[in-house]
């Protein structure tokens, strides 16, 4: 079993910035693309971002393009979300997921993912 660990959520104004960081305990996911995921209350979850194993494949939500930024250290088993220009509408529990594949056409689609972690709230005021 993989067990994922987020960190580095908040509460920050609109317009401000967050690096929100995910950790791998047990194995590592080195070898696995690494997707990150939000849902809001009320509503379904959805993606945000993905990265492969090597990092030459990544993928954005269109929310969020031009303002956010995945990346990974594959030295130390982490992931990386760094978001910057945050509106109230990125207010949201946002979880980090391993997929199945070292690379994946499809990143978007929640089944291809395994394990997931327990999730780090992040909070935009207006």
């Known amino acids: 079993q993989v067990q994922l660990v987020e960190s580095g959520g908040g509460l920050v104004q609109a317009g401000g910035s967050l690096r929100l960081s995910c950790a791998a305990s047990g194995r590592t996911f080195s070898s696995y693309t690494v997707g990150w995921f939000r849902q809001a209350p009320g509503k379904e979850r959805e993606f945000v971002a993905a990265i492969s194993w090597s990092g030459s494949r990544i993928s954005y939500a269109d929310s969020v393009k031009g303002r956010f930024t995945v990346s990974r250290d594959n030295g130390k088993n982490t992931v990386s979300l760094q978001m910057n220009s945050l509106k109230p509408d990125d207010t949201a529990i946002y979880y980090c997921?391993?997929?199945?594949?070292?690379?994946?056409?499809?990143?978007?689609?929640?089944?291809?993912?395994?394990?997931w972690g327990q999730g780090t709230q992040v909070t935009v005021s207006s």
């Open positions: 997921a391993r997929s199945r594949f070292s690379y994946s056409g499809s990143p978007q689609l929640q089944d291809t993912y395994d394990y």
